[in-house]
């Protein structure tokens, strides 16, 4: 039998304006309008939400899991991340503050 | 004209008619929003299933609002208006009491409805009864979407193969009379249109009729000539299929009036 199954679309959902578009999903769909349909019922019924997109799952060129090593790191690169440098008082006791907020 | 703010600034004869236009509503909305919810777990592909599922429940939400209203102009509450009812009392158009039938049918009669609903609560947006003005603004969001989706089904089912044109058309042809019926003019026209609440149903039905005929028409789908409304709903007078419709409705209410689920 044919396989009848329409395109897969993945759907990035944006809940106010500024945010990023977080990867929620995927949806079948003839074309992208209609995917933007669906994907609205499928994903924005629930939590708030100011745009969506859209995106063939065909147009994504991934890494292959085989390849994973190449994210490993090979020597010590901690000086990349953030916590290896020096963060002003003010900015970490707003950050502090604000985790406090997120546990409430 | 000024606004009217409260049930009880409504003049009697206002108070009727609103009353009247607003079980219309309300009935349209619930039997529409149960014949969808009749697709809950066949529709044609999962997506749509908790799409179409969703907008039923919508519908069902929005017949629970009118119910409030009319609640609070002195009418049951909102369950015994829903559930409580003998079917002569109902005021929905025939075009909702009608069998969900195939996908097709669904598709066309609920673009046809949400168009008419579209219009009616554009006007109602704007009317002089402010409870009604402000609920009616809020429903446009939700009916925005539904067109939205209607809009795009209509398209996709119309065009694409000779068998999928002949089942709409098929369709159209048969709910077409139907959601003429939806604006079945009563003696409450005037008094509303007087009271700066509602247009006349005719100048309604000409407004749905300009928003539905392009895009019929962009799906290449024709509008059937010189068709007779159905009306009677209006009036509870219903075709059969309401009965059937309120067997399933009311079981639960029947049993136990009280029963919360």
């Given amino acids: 039998m044919a396989d009848t199954q329409w395109e897969v679309y993945e759907v ?7 945010d990023p578009h977080i990867y929620v999903g995927s949806v079948h769909a003839p074309d992208a309008e209609m995917a933007l349909v669906l994907a609205k019922e499928q994903y924005a019924r629930r939590q708030a939400c100011v745009n969506l997109w859209v995106v063939p799952a065909s147009a994504i060129l991934a890494t292959e899991y085989a390849d994973e090593d190449i ?34 | 004209m000024t606004t009217i703010e409260t049930p009880e600034a409504l ?3 206002t108070k009727e008619a609103v009353v009247d236009l607003l079980y219309r509503m309300a009935d349209d909305e619930l039997m529409i929003g149960h014949r969808n919810s009749e697709w809950t777990g066949h529709a044609p592909i999962l997506e749509e299933d908790i799409a179409f599922s969703s907008m039923a429940q919508d519908e069902i939400g929005h017949a629970h609002v009118y119910y409030q209203l009319l609640h609070e102009l002195g009418e049951a509450d909102p ?38 609903e579209q219009v009616r609560l554009a006007a109602l947006s704007a ?3 402010s409870p009604l003005a402000n609920l009616a603004t809020k429903l446009r969001s939700e009916e925005k979407y539904h067109m939205m989706h209607g809009r795009s089904w209509i398209l996709r089912l119309g065009n ?7 089942k709409m058309q ?9 959601a003429t019926g939806l604006f079945e003019p009563s003696e409450y026209c005037q008094p509303l249109l007087q009271a700066g609440i509602c247009p006349t149903e005719n100048e309604l039905k000409s ?26 709903g209006r009036v509870g007078k219903h075709p059969a299929e309401l009965a059937q419709l309120l067997e399933g409705l009311q079981l639960v209410y029947k049993i136990d009036p009280s029963a919360k689920w």
């Fill in chain 1, 12 to 18: 990035f959902h944006q809940q106010s304006r500024g």
């Fill in chain 1, 71 to 104: 994210f490993d790191r090979a020597t010590d690169k901690s000086y990349r991340e953030s916590w290896g440098y020096k963060t002003p008082k003010t900015i970490r006791a707003s950050q502090d503050e604000g985790a406090k907020r997120d546990d409430d």
């Fill in chain 2, 11 to 13: 003049s009697v004869i």
């Fill in chain 2, 79 to 116: 369950d015994t208006l829903a559930f409580g009812r003998k079917q002569r009392a109902y005021r929905c158009a025939a075009l909702v009491s009608l069998p969900k039938n195939d996908w097709a049918f669904t598709i066309v009669r609920q673009f046809l409805y949400d168009a008419s």
């Fill in chain 2, 127 to 129: 009317c002089n009864y």
């Fill in chain 2, 160 to 166: 694409p193969t000779e068998k999928s044109h002949e």
């Fill in chain 2, 170 to 178: 098929a369709a159209l042809d048969k709910a077409y009379p139907y």
């Fill in chain 2, 207 to 232: 407004q749905w009729e300009s928003a539905v005929a392009p895009v019929l028409a962009d799906a290449g789908l024709t509008i059937p000539a010189s068709c007779k409304p159905v009306y009677g």
